[in-house]
T-cell receptor, first 111, second 114 residues
Framework: QKEVEQDPGPLSVPEGAIVSLNCTYS??????FMWYRQYSRKGPELLMY????GNKEDGRFTAQVDKSSKYISLFIRDSQPSDSATYLC???????????FGKGTKLTVNP | NAGVTQTPKFQVLKTGQSMTLQCAQD?????MYWYRQDPGMGLRLIYY???????DKGEVPNGYNVSRLNKREFSLRLESAAPSQTSVYFC?????????????FGPGTRLTVL
């Protein structure tokens, strides 16, 4: 079992839809959870960051971490065509600088 | 600030040829990383450097060597390229700040090995 599992999709939704992206993980030492967004032919950029369990909201984006289930989610409300990208979850333990990435989910938001 | 820069942007090699991918950052970060990204495989860490003068293997180091030339620059060398090394290569840098280790990525190098 890989440390981080992420459904690669692809996921296609109409503009305005609510999008849910998810990752599961197996390493209980992970404490820092991140979502990166990667546009086509670009490098990934940090979108959201959460420490330990709980929710974090930033505009149309909400990140959730459920450490008891080893499950993290990213919700996008009122999705826009500009949200079309690949979304990668990433996480690390408290004692490590190295990030473990999911495979990424490719999202297309159709006008 | 340019952030993280990578050269070249594209490269085509023949099997057995060698080349060096260059990476530089202007954010004064201590840590630097090399990843490869393949379809269906996500980002996999090849090597990383926690500080100038130190390097460590990541998940997929075979066939690669690295040099942390100074704090700004971190190069990746393929001594004898193989078709399995066809990939997109990303360099990243980071600095631990209040627990967040945000990694900043370069634009990538698309490498094809024939």
């Amino acid at each position: 079992q890989k440390e981080v599992e992420q459904d690669p999709g692809p996921l296609s939704v109409p503009e305005g839809a609510i999008v849910s992206l998810n990752c599961t993980y197996s390493n209980s030492a992970f404490q820092y959870f991140m979502w990166y967004r990667q546009y086509s032919r670009k490098g990934p950029e940090l979108l959201m960051y959460t420490y330990s369990s709980g929710n974090k909201e930033d505009g149309r984006f909400t990140a959730q971490v459920d450490k008891s289930s080893k499950y993290i989610s990213l919700f996008i409300r009122d999705s826009q065509p500009s949200d079309s990208a690949t979304y990668l979850c990433a996480m690390r333990g408290g004692g490590s600088e190295k990030l473990v990435f999911g495979k990424g989910t490719k999202l297309t938001v159709n006008p | 600030n340019a952030g993280v820069t990578q050269t070249p942007k594209f490269q085509v090699l023949k099997t057995g040829q060698s080349m060096t991918l260059q990476c530089a950052q202007d954010m004064n970060h201590n840590s630097m990383y090399w990843y490869r990204q393949d379809p269906g495989m996500g980002l996999r860490l090849i090597y990383y450097s926690a500080s100038e003068g130190t390097t460590d293997k990541g998940e997929v180091p075979n066939g690669y060597n690295v040099s942390r030339l100074n704090k700004r620059e971190f190069s990746l060398r393929l001594e004898s390229a193989a078709p399995s090394q066809t990939s997109v290569y990303f360099c990243a840098s980071s600095e631990m700040t209040g627990g967040l280790n945000e990694q900043f990525f370069g634009p990538g190098t698309r490498l094809t090995v024939l």
